[in-house]
């Protein structure tokens, strides 16, 4: 019933922005809240960010606040991450995803994922 699709993506340098979003599908997307998760090969699944279902609460990791902006227009079923000072350390493949929980930190309390896009950030 939901489907989720990940435009986006890219090689970046060192200190410029990107956009990334996620496309969802179903008549229930807007009661979702969302997260973005990442991820390189060999580590676990790294939480990022997340809003809840109408968008007025906010949520981010140490290591991206500041520089990392989630939003939502459930209008087009789709969620953003605006990604500004990009850093190599950013680099890896990004997850959106969707869920009920409140404990929106942990990809176990999701229930939809994205297909993942690949960021790189060149140093």
């Known amino acids: 019933q939901v489907r989720m699709v990940e435009p986006g993506g890219g090689l970046v340098q060192t200190g410029v922005s990107l956009r990334l979003a996620c496309v969802g599908s179903g008549r229930t997307f807007s009661t979702f809240i969302m997260g973005w998760f990442r991820q390189t090969p060999g580590k676990e699944r790294e939480w990022v960010a997340a809003?809840?279902?109408?968008?007025?609460?906010?949520d981010y990791a140490d290591s991206v606040d500041g520089r990392f902006t989630i939003s939502r227009d459930n209008g087009k079923s789709t969620v953003y991450l605006q990604m500004n000072s990009l850093k190599p350390e950013d680099t890896a493949v990004y997850y959106c995803a969707a869920g009920y929980s409140s404990t929106w930190e942990r990809p176990s309390e999701y229930d939809y994922w994205g297909q993942g896009t690949q960021v790189t950030v060149s140093s």
């Open positions: 809003i809840d279902w109408r968008g007025s609460v906010t």
